[in-house]
């Protein structure tokens, strides 16, 4: 395994490969590697001649100069946990390399981006994403691209940005990782205090209650919003939004129907924890009074 920091050297590394037309799966993170990564990278070097992992804490999508400053950083654990799965490559290049003087370009998706986490965290957290995805895409050219579920609507925005621009590319969309608890990994875990860390399942919790009463015939999402917002106000956790949108669209949905994503952001303490999870709403029968419709 190499590891590579510019874009020029990635290039160059890559090339006879590309000549032998292998396949290049690639896992783009920014680091302190848990696993849900690995999980990525097992499924990249299952499905690949050539595994690519970059490691970027990138500037442009953070909009607290602080979280940026605090973003836990390992270069060294990450590498040997990257070669444990077979990575071939790993990308870590300086923020020069990524953004030279004068970049100026910003991809963004205005509509889908100002919701929910872009609400929270300024629409152009999404326009950071986005951009340097679509850069660290042109420097890699893999043939599949892997992304966790856990992030739910950088995911979407990603393959609606694939898909419009016609990155020659696949989108893999590999399930959340959870700790044995349900309490999704996220990089931002270490930070969570003893007694945070043993509230911090409530998030996953609020989620399962939300999925079972759907399951058991309930569709107003205010509803769910309110009974999940109570009980995790009890765990002690303020939540920022819970929400369920269309999978296919991410509009935001006034009644659950057809495939769903459910949403949930708070705070646990001083750290921010996002977890969601997929829901196939079943058909209610047309005379049902919990059936209802999205028409506002
Ligand atoms: O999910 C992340 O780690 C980042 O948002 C990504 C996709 C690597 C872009 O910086």
């Known amino acids: 395994m190499k590891t590579i920091t510019t874009s020029e050297a ?11 037309a292998l396949t ?24 690949n001649d050539v595994v690519v992992l970059s490691i970027f804490v990138n500037p442009m999508q953070f909009n607290d100069p602080n979280d940026l400053l605090r973003y836990p950083r390992d270069l060294e654990r990450d590498a040997s946990l990257a070669h444990g799965e077979g990575t071939d490559l790993v990308f870590a290049p300086e923020v020069s390399d990524i953004y030279p003087d004068g970049f100026a370009t910003v991809v963004g998706i205005p509509a889908q981006s100002a919701i929910l986490e872009g609400a929270i965290r300024g629409a152009s957290h999404f326009d950071g994403v986005l951009t340097v995805v679509a850069k660290l895409l042109n420097i890699v050219q893999p043939t599949v691209a892997y992304f966790g579920q856990k992030d739910a609507q950088q995911v979407f925005l990603v393959q609606r940005m694939v898909r419009d621009l016609a990155f020659p590319l696949r989108v893999e969309v590999c399930p959340t990782v959870r700790e044995a608890d349900g309490l999704a990994m996220s990089s931002r875990n270490v930070r969570l205090s003893n007694d945070d860390r043993r509230v911090s ?28 917002v109570e009980a995790l106000k009890h765990a002690g956790i303020a939540t920022e939004y819970f929400d369920v949108v269309s999978a296919q669209s991410f509009e935001p949905l006034v009644m659950a129907s057809g495939t769903v994503i459910i949403l949930v952001a708070a705070r646990v303490g001083p750290v921010r924890l996002i977890d969601n999870v997929v829901v196939d709403v079943p058909t209610l029968d047309a005379r049902d009074p919990a059936g209802g419709t999205n028409e506002v």
């Open 10 to 20: 990635l290039r160059n590394e890559l090339a006879p490969a590309r000549g032998r």
């Open 24 to 47: 290049i799966g690639f896992v783009p993170t920014m680091g302190f590697l848990h696993d849900g990564h690995l999980s990525l990278l097992r499924r990249a070097r299952a499905e």
């Open 201 to 228: 399942i409530a998030l996953s919790a609020a989620l399962q209650s939300a999925h079972r009463a759907i399951e058991n015939g309930e569709r107003n999402v205010t509803i769910l919003r309110q009974r999940a």
